[in-house]
């Protein structure tokens, strides 16, 4: 699960893409250049669907919905990937 401080870091790193200022982003997503900060640097400890899908869209990037990862993967898992993509030429 994507949780705020890993976004935050993909935030900054597509502001910074773009050659976006923080203020510029924050004006785009009619937000406060604060909570562009705080987002970007790890301190935001919530942050409303709104703000963070307007902020998204500023940024032309958009959120996936996908199936939670069921744990770690086994040794049976690993072995049926392998075998799905080829990669291990020594069999």
Request: aromatic share 2%; glycine share 6%; net charge positive.
């Amino acid at each position: 699960m994507l949780d705020l401080p890993t976004l935050g870091e993909r935030i900054a790193q597509q502001r910074k893409a773009l050659k976006l200022t923080q203020t510029a982003l924050a004006n785009r997503a009619k937000v406060g250049r604060s909570t562009i900060d705080a987002l970007e640097n790890g301190r935001m400890t919530e942050l409303g669907f709104t703000k963070i899908a307007r902020i998204l869209s500023a940024l032309k990037l958009d959120i996936q919905l996908t199936e939670a990862a069921r744990g770690r993967p086994t040794l049976e898992d690993l072995l049926k990937e392998d075998d799905d993509q080829g990669l291990d030429e020594r069999r």
